[in-house]
């Protein structure tokens, strides 16, 4: 059984209402393309919160292109200036990181969005879910931190959690009219990031501008450094675990560079179902949030005369070792993953700036891991305090390089 109940179809002669639409981080890539979407559509959707952690300039423009119900900026210090701005707006304007997980109640909102960077996306998640809102969702440390928890919460709520990582859309989108159908296996494909190829002595030298530079995508900081040491495709599959109710086995990650099928489903009868298209992720982001229904887009079309050649390859988890670091914590359970994704968050955090190496963020990841107390069967509150010693942990090893 997976997170996304049985839909209700809506048939496509029907009137509908705009769907109300809550961003949780509207500044970051996600949110901003989000808004290109609805921005598109705008007969279809309507925004009705915005949400930043900082960047006040970003949303205040945002705020009076859009015109939604209220906004949230969780830096308390730029409350005011935020506030001056639109006040003649009739615009309400929240503060503060609680401020996210009491917006989300609002009546008039269908979908959130929930586009903020790791760990902090879990509370609000959970509490839209406790409201009765359907999520889509684009913060995958969700998931990976309290997996369990989320999804037994959204099953008791009736919520549906659509996915908006593109790997994971491509999954769901091959499952339409099969959710009677069991799965055997999934294929979640990686691009392979700047480094495919690449040897450990190699990646020994290379550069926070290289590791930026993504040859297919463009994503935030966070997310790009960790698709070049495959952390990504890690999360990803701790993710699909959860989302599609599968078995560590039941996941496989194979590299094709071109970024062209998304992912595949595989069938107990041995059939298989990808879903392909050019890498944008206006096309998840759409579906999620349009779901049922198919809309019309403008995005560019792909053409098979241009990619005359799709190729497929093993990952190399032994010089990119934060995959296998995945799969260890997906069979250990418990709180593992949770570990994992702090670690990460503090050594990725601490490479952007300049603190450490590349290498040196799965080495930290690994012993994070290794010297943080397994929970067998967490909590919530489990949850924050193992965030909190992860965190500790890992930063004390950044410190000691």
Known sequence: MTVIQKATFVGLMEEEKPKGIAILGSSGSIGTQALEVIEAHADKFVVEVLTVNRNSKLLIEQAKKFKPNAVVIADESKFKEVKDALWEDDIKVYAGSEALSQVVEMKEIDVVLTALVGYAGLKPTLAAINAGK?????????????????????????????????EHSAIFQCLAGEFHNKIEKIYLTASGGPFR?????????VTK?????????????????????????????IEAKWLFALETAQIDVIVHPQSIIHSIVQFE???????????????????????????????????FMDYSNLTFEQPDRKTFKNLDLAYTALDRKGNTACVLNAANEVSVQAFLEDK??????????????ENVDFVAKPSYEDYVQTDKLARIRAEELVLSI
């Not at 190829?197 to 030298?205: E, Q, R, V, Y």
């Not at 501008?209 to 450094?225: D, F, R, S």
């Not at 450490?356 to 891991?369: E, G, R």
Request: avoid cysteine; glycine fraction near 6%; charged fraction near 20%.
């Open 356 to 369: 450490i190496k590349f290498l040196d963020i799965a080495d930290i990841n690994q012993l994070t891991m």
């Open 269 to 303: 009868d041995g059939s298989m179902k990808a879903q392909m298209g050019l890498p944008d992720m206006k096309l998840p982001i759409q579906y999620a949030i349009a779901y049922p229904n198919r809309i019309h887009s403008d995005f560019p079309r792909f053409n």
């Open 197 to 205: 190829g690449k040897t450990i002595d190699d990646l020994k030298s």
């Open 134 to 166: 359907s999520i889509a969702l684009a913060n995958k440390e969700t998931l990976v931190v309290a997996g369990e928890i989320v999804t037994q919460l959204a099953r008791e709520k009736g919520v549906n959690i659509y996915p908006v990582d593109s």
């Open 209 to 237: 501008a290289q590791a930026l530079k993504h040859p297919n995508w463009e994503m935030g900081a966070k997310i790009t450094i960790d698709s070049a040491s495959l952390m990504n495709k890690g999360l990803e599959v």
